[in-house]
């Protein structure tokens, strides 16, 4: 994760992006809204009373571990549950992997089941950073899980906060659910299968992480600057217009020329620091009419654990 941005002001707007779709039969017997990217703070707030509707507090900080939590504690929108990027949305030991791996497929299923999650739930994930961390939780549940109803709140907690909608400090009782279901391992790819694509030219990275980072100029994060050999960069906060996500209409010209290079958006394989804010521009590119692109979950920080893989700079 690498999430470095400099948002404007945050202004209140339904997002272009909402899916006026119909829940189908087998995720719930009753026809309503469906959000499955982006749902803005005025959409929220006119369902989050709904008993399907899970909320789900995502923020976090690289440099202060208490710092989600204790935001949590001080105040979230009303009913949300929390998630731990390091504890919960990932997991660690394996010195060969990035900073954020993902966590046991199991232990992912039964975390859910603890938020009150189930087949039925409406999820909707926030941060504070305009989704650059909130679109883990996201891809997770989307793309790993094939969970269609989830959505990123648009402008996160800001955004909330900007509509003067009301906060809460109760933590809340979720009921315990049991969600079952199998991982769709194709929606990422390992660091091997990427180097063997890389090798034929047959994927193009696209880098989410700012031009400094990828440049080499500077990395404050991990340990080797620069960025793997041939990717495009394309820095998450270009997706943004006033901490919001930009129209589609900007959001598909803007990855246009990237996906034509490449082939088509199948081709596309989305990196960051470590596979967590990279999921911004995988939204984006869904937003723009791109679907199917994949996430290196290792991503950079997973990249440069090898010393023998390439390094480009400038």
Known sequence: MDVMLNNDKDQVRRPSSFQNLLISSNVSSVSKPLYDLTISALDLEA?????????????????DADYGRRSFAA???????????????????????????????????????????????QVVVYDDVSGAVAGRLWWMLSRWLNHQAVAV?????????????????????????????????????????????LA?????????????????????????????????????????????????????????????KAGGPENIVHSCGSGVSAVHNLIAMEKGGFSGSRLY???????????NRPVARA
């Open 47 to 63: 369902l989050i009373r709904d008993d399907s509707v899970v909320v789900v507090d995502c923020r976090c900080s690289l440099t």
């Open 153 to 197: 709140l648009d402008g996160g907690f800001k955004q909330w906060q900007a509509a003067g909608f009301p906060l809460s400090t109760e933590e809340p009782d979720a009921e315990v659910a049991v969600y079952e279901g199998s991982a769709n391992d194709d929606a990422w790819i390992s660091t091997a299968a990427l180097v063997d694509l």
């Open 297 to 307: 979950v290792g991503s950079w920080s997973e990249w440069i654990r090898d010393p």
């Open 75 to 121: 105040g979230h929108l009303p009913g949300a549950r929390f998630a731990n990027l390091e504890e919960d949305l990932s997991q660690h030991g394996d010195p060969a992997r990035g900073r954020h791996p993902l966590p046991d497929f199991k232990r992912f299923l039964g975390f859910l089941g603890s938020l009150g999650i189930s087949k039925t739930s």
């Open 200 to 260: 034929t030219n047959a994927v193009t990275v696209i880098d989410a992480r700012s031009s400094e980072r990828y440049t080499g100029k500077e990395e404050p994060i991990d340990p080797v600057a620069g960025h793997i050999p041939g990717s495009a960069n394309l820095f998450l906060g270009g997706n943004l217009k006033a901490g919001l996500y930009a129209d589609d209409q900007t959001l598909a010209q803007r990855f246009a020329g990237v996906v034509e």
